[in-house]
Every structure is written in structure tokens, then in C-alpha cells.
């Protein structure tokens, strides 16, 4: 009870338990309650208005990092020779993994590499 008194701000409140209590007391009780609760809420509303604002600007860091993706995507795609195209798009459909994903040193079929030299350089 003295915690539910130090929490509810009244640091001499006496709360009767017994049939003798007023109705003004219990008043006051569901007052002090109200007042806690409206406390709890405008917490509550602070920290959700806080992550929404860091959510907000995750998402506009996230768009822009899909349209600088995007533009190097199709940057790519106007680079890459038509053999090198279709190499991609059968990789696709076979579900084998990218050129890209290759460690570098290793050795590329013959095939791959005459289609890579015929392409533009950078």
C-alpha cells in the first residue's frame, strides 16, 4: 500500500480496507489512479512517436540505397554484352549461382572468357 501511495504522489495517504471508507476517498483513489494511467499512456505515446521517427528514417535510407541499386543495376545491364546477358538469364532460370559469386582466381570456362574480352571496358 505505502508503494501504491509514494506512486500515486500522496506521501501521507492512509487507505482503509475496511466497510468505513467514504465515498470520497474512493474517489480519489480512482482520481489518483486516472492521473497514473494518463502518465503510463503519455509515456507509452513518447516512446512509440521516438521508434517511429527512427523507423521513418531507416526507410528513407532504405529507398535511397534501392534506387542508387537501381542505377547501378541498369548501368550494368547497358554494359554487359548480349552473350553475357544470356549467360545471366540461363544462370536464372538453372538456379546455379552468379558469375559474381565466384572467388576470384579461379578460372573461367574458354567459352566465358572470349565473350568477356569482346565486351566494352571500363
Known amino acids: ?3 501504491l ?3 500515486l504522489g500522496t ?3 492512509s487507505v482503509r480496507l475496511d466497510n468505513s471508507s467514504s465515498g470520497a476517498s474512493v474517489v480519489a483513489i480512482d482520481n489518483k489512479i486516472e492521473q497514473a494511467m494518463d502518465l503510463v499512456k503519455s509515456h507509452l505515446m513518447y ?3 521516438e521508434e517511429v521517427e527512427v523507423l521513418k528514417e531507416q526507410i528513407k535510407e532504405l529507398i535511397e540505397k534501392n534506387s542508387q541499386l537501381e542505377q547501378e543495376n541498369n548501368l550494368l545491364k547497358t554494359l554487359a554484352s ?3 546477358l544470356a549467360q545471366f538469364q540461363a544462370q536464372l532460370q ?3 549461382p552468379a558469375a559474381s559469386t ?3 582466381g579461379t578460372t573461367q570456362p574458354p567459352a566465358q572468357a572470349a565473350s568477356q574480352g569482346s565486351g566494352p571496358t571500363a
Open 102 to 104: 565466384q572467388p576470384q
Open 82 to 84: 548480349p552473350e553475357q
Open 1 to 3: 500500500i505505502s508503494f
Open 5 to 7: 501511495s509514494s506512486l
Open 47 to 49: 516512446a512509440v512517436r
Open 11 to 13: 506521501e501521507n495517504a
Open 94 to 96: 538453372t538456379g546455379s
